[in-house]
């Protein structure tokens, strides 16, 4: 039986898996392995929700070994260390427990197809203090370690034993750190409901941004002008055109010498794909990134293919698919409909990808939802409040319901909405 990997159990990963397990897996046509560091999955766009506390990661996490049993694949536990292409193998680092014991030694999966699609991590761009100093939102501890942090200091403000303001500082003003900043004054609302003795203007929160807007995502300048707004009036310094130079314990250094002073420090700035792909054997960019076809197979080797953030994938006008969660999505889905003609027909034509720019959208928790959809279609559609957030919030839901089908999908859409009413607004423990 053909054996079909895929490394990176991300958005994309996960209904590329699913898809394939269902067309293959389930009706015996192939052997489908997903292997991904953790050992679940939830969507990255809201681990900020997840370091704020709005999300319960124990009612949003879908458990890959559980969920690959019902819907036709394997699981492993581990991260990729390298490739033998002659034995068509991948290898997986040994795997150890939180304090250090070997649980499993390292491995080999053998495989006919391999799928790379492990995302990206945050670009410190070298700038001296960033791994010391600031926190990062690549993965669901990173999230949950910061989720901590950031509780801890609230209860230090309410009891009294931290003086002044809460002084935050989010580099970044993408989609992840203005809805980051957002949920910070989500949370400070809700815990003064619950209790906490915080002042109103606790939080003495600054977001820093190289280029010249926040958002410089959405295409259009008055959505962008109207998230910069809505920041300015929850209170949030917004410092555009400035370069971070270095982060110490004190704050942030920025490139004309000042100063911007924070207890917290969250990275947001951009993201590069992970340094294990530059060893691997295969063509990469300067970033990192694999060097791939619009098919998505890599340049390197026809039977490896790559999506998403840590793939350079181009388009006919000599650019590069930008690193978008459409663009992975879309990606990885057609790469498992060029695999199922593959196994059918090693030399089948496979189908290539055309970009096509969906829209974009910013959730600045409860306050207001911006976007744009349909971008590519005469500028595209501007919507703004409850519009936009429900279309926010389908994209989400669509998620679900590609993982789980849509009779249980809805079902565990339901009972989400069910717990938003029953309970708290805010995960504190």
Known sequence: MKKIVVVGGGAGGMELITKLGKTLGKKGKAEITLVDIA???????????????????????????????????????GALT??????????????????????????????DYLVIGIGAIS??????????????LDLTEQAMILRERIQDQFMQHASGQRQGKM?????GAGATGVEMAAELHHMTQTLRKYGYKLEQDLLDLTIVEAS???MPALPKSDLRQSVHDKLLELGVKVSTSTMVTEVTKQGLTTKDGQLIEADLIVWAAGVK????????????????????????????????????????????????????????????????????????DPNAKLDRYVYKDLGSFVNLAHFN??????????????LVGCPARFVYASLYR???????????????????????????QLKLW
């Open 398 to 424: 669509r998620h679900i319901i590609s993982l789980h089908g849509p009779l249980k999908g809805s079902m565990i859409l339901m009972i989400h909405g069910l717990n938003r009413l029953l309970r708290p």
């Open 212 to 214: 010249d807007s926040v």
């Open 39 to 77: 050992n679940h999955h939830i969507w990255k766009p809201l681990l900020h929700e997840l370091a704020t506390g709005s999300l319960d990661e124990g009612t949003n996490a879908v458990d890959y070994q559980v969920h690959g049993a019902n819907k036709g694949y394997l699981y492993q536990r």
């Open 123 to 136: 670009n410190d761009f070298g700038i001296p203090g960033v791994k010391e100093h600031a926190f990062t």
């Open 167 to 171: 002084k935050v500082a989010i580099v």
């Open 273 to 344: 794909a992970p340094e294990v792909l530059a060893t691997l054997g295969l063509e990469v960019n300067r970033a990192n990134q694999l060097m791939a076809a619009d098919t998505g197979r890599t340049l390197s080797d026809d039977r490896i293919f790559t999506f998403g953030d840590c793939a350079s994938i181009p388009q006919e006008d000599g650019s590069f698919l930008p690193p978008r969660g459409q663009t992975a999505r879309q990606v990885a889905l057609m790469i498992g409909t060029n695999l199922t003609r593959l196994l059918k």
């Open 369 to 382: 939802t911006v976007g744009n959809m349909f971008s590519f279609f005469h500028g595209g559609l501007q």
């Open 82 to 111: 390298g490739i033998d292409r002659e034995n068509r193998q991948i290898i997986l680092a040994p795997l150890y427990s939180a304090d250090g014991r070997l649980i499993l030694d390292e491995r080999r999966l053998d495989y």
